[in-house]
């Protein structure tokens, strides 16, 4: 077995022309909850290791160490080996590749999807979201598509899909979009959770768009929130905390700055986990990785690092 370490360093080395299997060998399980709080990552956090083929996805979840995760439509149905390219997005889409995304969905089998949760599972791997970022978006596919995306998380094992929150100006127009959504979210027992870039302040949900449907929650991206507001993203956490499915989990400087690694920007990261611990709020914490590589790493080295700056400012 190797260890984690000579595991993340591996990838850094392989080329494209690499299988993930032959290269990357055996990974070692892990967990990681910390006194109590969840920490995973969306899988977007290893964007950039796209050179590697399809199937590596669980592995890189393994290589940062973690045992929870946001999975991306766009990852899993990779490494299903339904779609061969990283975006799928509808807008951004040929009319080809949309109809031929379109056709599998429409008739798709869960059991392959019910397999690749077990297969996480086995691996010591939570499924806790799924995100399909187009749902209920004026470019998406189609209801049934939709429904496919309530029967594909539920058979993940996860119980909410992420997507972006409209922007206020568009509220109005959701409500038809959340009418459609609410039957499929009460008959699969699923809730759809809004995630956040600049476009929300302290006050924007105390809008009408979650009294829609209880089935309708926050994905709270704290560090898009502290580069687009001044005030303090702790208190909108304590404010909507019965309502926060899980939080994006990164570190921005203020005034619209970048992303930069874990300790180095404005997020108060360290004060988030206290203050969850302190509340005891059950709110799982995902890791989002977009900054920059420094160079000689990878994400999975980066992620790896992010996790154990979480694990250091929850255990102390």
């Known amino acids: 077995m190797i260890s984690r370490r000579k595991f993340i360093g591996a990838i850094g080395a392989v080329g ?45 979840i393994l290589g940062a160490g973690l045992g929870s995760v946001e999975l991306m439509d766009r990852d899993f149905e990779r490494d299903l080996g339904i779609v061969p390219f990283r975006h799928i997005q ?8 949309k109809a031929a995304i379109s056709q599998w969905r429409e008739t798709a089998d869960m059991k392959p999807l019910e397999d690749f949760r077990d297969a996480y599972e086995a691996a010591g791997i939570g499924i806790h979201i799924a995100k399909f970022g187009d749902i209920g978006c004026p470019w998406m596919y189609s ?31 959701f409500k038809a979009t959340a009418e459609k959504l609410i039957p499929l979210m009460n008959e699969y027992d699923v809730d759809i959770a809004f995630h956040n870039h600049a476009q929300i302040g302290a006050n924007t949900y105390d809008g009408v768009l979650l009294d829609y449907s209880d089935h309708f929650k926050i994905n709270f991206d704290i560090g898009n929130y502290v580069a687009a507001n001044d005030d303090d993203p702790l208190a909108f956490v304590e404010k909507y905390a019965s309502r926060i499915s899980s939080i994006h989990v990164k570190d921005r400087r203020r005034d619209n700055g970048p992303e930069l690694p874990f300790g180095t920007g404005d997020t108060p990261l360290k004060d988030l986990f206290a203050a969850l611990k302190a509340k005891r709020l059950d709110i799982p914490c995902d890791i989002e990785v977009e900054f920059p590589m420094p160079q000689g790493s990878n994400a999975v080295q980066e992620t790896d690092k992010c996790r154990e700056f979480c694990r250091r400012a929850i255990l102390g």
């Open 90 to 97: 509808a807008k951004f889409l040929t009319k080809e590749q």
């Open 143 to 173: 209801w049934k598509e939709a429904e496919y995306m309530f029967k594909a998380t539920r058979a993940l094992g996860a119980r909410v899909i992420t997507r972006e929150v409209p922007k206020v100006a568009e509220w109005a127009d």
């Open 16 to 60: 494209a022309v690499c299988g993930c299997r032959s290269v990357l060998g055996e990974v070692p399980r892990h967990r990681s909850d910390y006194a109590g709080i969840r920490i995973g990552a969306i899988t977007y956090s290893f964007a950039q290791m796209s050179e590697f083929p399809r199937g590596c996805t669980e592995k890189f």
